[in-house]
């Protein structure tokens, strides 16, 4: 959530950020607007406040000295009844500003580049040359078919379309990338968490995924009960990345400001609709329901957050480069930056049978627009600051399990392992 009174302070350059990610002029003249009006009145009730307190010493005052007080007292009660009305109106003004604020995405930084789509973002570099075959690389679909790696019929069958099955080896490199992932994480670092997969709507609300993207989530049917066995009203959904539950451990949290950075890895399912995809890699395991990612999230002073955003592509960077596969970081434009961010990076994998990159990790910096959702502070000295939080893939199992069957494919379909999956196996 962006703060309000940055938006006030400088609302011309503030709003001038936010259209190179598409929200609409009069949303944001709305917005302004908005929280105007909720300023405008706060102070009209702190002023009432204010006299109501002062009326309220001199009222004493007089008591002791005497002094004719039912004039004062008509007076007192009257400001009382409209300190009544204001807070209601304060209360709704407060209410309609947030509903609308909390639609509206993070700021661009001034390291994200100005565009309109991906085809404006930015090549930083390339790790790696892709492999020269000389053959014709298959697609992982067709290297999966026959090597009886991943069961694409059964995967409708148990569910629908968009659901796969992993078997035999498939299944045992699947693993041993995961293993892989997080062990290479634990040793940058990174403590390794287990989350639950489900989640609830406030933890959602924190890290941006409600109310905008209620559409992408699956949410859990049904009414859900307490340990008493009385019934929950908190809806519950399938999370979409462990960034969710990561990040919200710490929600409502002051801490310790020697406490950071908080370094966290977790190897979790995750699940999308993928609302708005139809027809799109609707061959193979590229874009699915449900996929296994390794995740990393940091929660950082503000003063270390551009460091952890190198460190964590490092170690993103770092597990690619392990495996032997060729990618490159693309610096993500304005319009192509995600809800919470404020600036990514995003790491695409070479695949030779599809013969381009594709996005395997995205790390981005939201600055303090998660923390002051979530209310994830730290101690600075006699004041509670908001944090900054990171998050990144580390990697999207899957599509590096594609990776690793396009480049180290034969030309008689068999498929190589790299020598560090090797010791897993």
């Given at each position: 959530?962006?703060?309000?009174?940055?938006?006030?302070?400088?609302?011309?350059?503030?709003?001038?950020?936010?259209?190179?990610?598409?929200?609409?002029?009069?949303?944001?003249?709305q917005?302004?607007q908005?929280?105007?009006?909720f300023k405008?009145?706060k102070?009209?009730?702190?002023?009432l406040q204010?006299?109501q307190?002062?009326?309220?010493?001199?009222?004493?005052?007089?008591?002791?000295?005497?002094r004719?007080?039912?004039?004062?007292?008509?007076?007192?009660?009257?400001?009382?009844?409209?300190?009544?009305?204001?807070?209601?109106?304060v209360?709704?003004?407060?209410e309609?500003?947030?509903?609308?604020?909390h639609?509206?995405?993070n700021i661009?930084?001034?390291?994200?580049?100005?565009?309109?789509?991906?085809?404006?973002?930015?090549?930083?570099?390339?790790?790696?040359?892709?492999?020269?075959?000389?053959?014709?690389?298959?697609?992982?679909?067709?290297?999966?078919q026959q090597?009886g790696?991943?069961?694409?019929?059964?995967?409708?069958?148990?569910?629908?379309?968009?659901?796969?099955?992993?078997?035999?080896?498939?299944?045992r490199?699947?693993?041993a990338?995961?293993?892989?992932?997080?062990d290479?994480n634990?040793?940058?670092?990174?403590?390794?968490?287990?989350?639950p997969?489900?989640?609830?709507?406030?933890?959602?609300?924190?890290?941006g995924?409600?109310?905008?993207?209620e559409d992408?989530?699956?949410?859990?049917?049904?009414?859900t009960?307490?340990?008493?066995?009385?019934?929950?009203?908190?809806e519950?959904?399938?999370i979409?990345?462990?960034?969710?539950?990561?990040?919200?451990?710490?929600?409502?949290?002051?801490?310790p400001?020697?406490?950071?950075?908080?370094?966290?890895t977790?190897?979790t399912?995750?699940f999308?609709?993928?609302?708005?995809?139809?027809?799109?890699?609707?061959r193979?395991i590229i874009?699915q329901?449900?996929?296994?990612?390794?995740?990393?999230?940091?929660?950082?002073h503000?003063k270390?957050?551009?460091m952890?955003?190198?460190?964590?592509?490092?170690t993103?960077?770092?597990?690619?480069?392990?495996?032997?596969?060729p990618?490159?970081?693309i610096?993500?434009c304005g319009?192509?930056?995600?809800?919470?961010a404020?600036?990514t990076?995003d790491i695409?994998?070479?695949?030779?049978?599809?013969?381009?990159?594709r996005?395997?990790?995205?790390?981005?910096?939201?600055?303090?627009f998660?923390?002051?959702?979530?209310?994830?502070?730290?101690?600075d000295?006699?004041?509670n600051?908001?944090?900054?939080?990171?998050?990144?893939?580390?990697l999207?199992?899957?599509?590096?399990?594609?990776?690793?069957?396009?480049?180290?494919?034969?030309?008689?379909?068999?498929i190589?392992?790299?020598?560090v999956?090797?010791?897993?196996?």
């Amino acid at each position: 959530m962006i703060d309000v009174k940055l938006l006030l302070n400088d609302f011309d350059e503030i709003t001038a950020r936010l259209r190179v990610k598409k929200v609409d002029s009069e949303v944001l003249d709305q917005l302004k607007q908005y929280a105007l009006d909720f300023k405008k009145n706060k102070q009209v009730l702190e002023e009432l406040q204010a006299k109501q307190n002062a009326d309220s010493r001199s009222f004493a005052q007089w008591m002791r000295e005497g002094r004719d007080i039912n004039e004062l007292k008509r007076g007192l009660e009257e400001n009382k009844r409209e300190i009544q009305k204001m807070n209601e109106v304060v209360s709704s003004s407060e209410e309609r500003l947030m509903q609308l604020l909390h639609s509206i995405p993070n700021i661009p930084d001034a390291q994200t580049p100005q565009g309109e789509d991906e085809s404006d973002n930015v090549e930083i570099k390339r790790v790696m040359e892709p492999r020269v075959f000389g053959f014709k690389p298959k697609e992982h679909w067709e290297l999966a078919q026959q090597n009886g790696w991943i069961d694409f019929e059964g995967g409708v069958k148990l569910a629908k379309s968009r659901f796969s099955v992993l078997r035999g080896e498939g299944a045992r490199i699947h693993r041993a990338l995961i293993n892989f992932m997080l062990d290479y994480n634990e040793k940058r670092g990174f403590e390794i968490v287990s989350t639950p997969v489900i989640t609830n709507a406030s933890c959602l609300f924190g890290t941006g995924q409600l109310p905008k993207f209620e559409d992408d989530m699956f949410k859990i049917a049904g009414k859900t009960e307490e340990s008493d066995g009385s019934e929950c009203g908190n809806e519950l959904y399938l999370i979409s990345t462990s960034e969710i539950t990561l990040t919200n451990l710490y929600r409502d949290e002051i801490i310790p400001a020697e406490s950071l950075p908080l370094k966290l890895t977790a190897h979790t399912p995750c699940f999308r609709k993928e609302a708005g995809s139809a027809g799109r890699d609707t061959r193979g395991i590229i874009r699915q329901h449900q996929f296994d990612k390794v995740e990393l999230v940091a929660i950082t002073h503000p003063k270390e957050s551009d460091m952890m955003q190198e460190y964590m592509l490092e170690t993103a960077s770092g597990i690619l480069t392990e495996l032997g596969l060729p990618h490159r970081l693309i610096q993500l434009c304005g319009g192509d930056l995600g809800f919470s961010a404020s600036n990514t990076v995003d790491i695409e994998v070479w695949l030779p049978g599809q013969n381009t990159y594709r996005e395997i990790s995205s790390v981005s910096n939201t600055r303090d627009f998660q923390a002051r959702r979530a209310k994830i502070r730290f101690r600075d000295g006699r004041k509670n600051t908001l944090v900054h939080t990171l998050n990144g893939s580390s990697l999207a199992v899957g599509r590096t399990l594609v990776a690793l069957m396009e480049n180290y494919q034969n030309e008689d379909g068999s498929i190589d392992i790299p020598d560090v999956l090797r010791r897993y196996l």
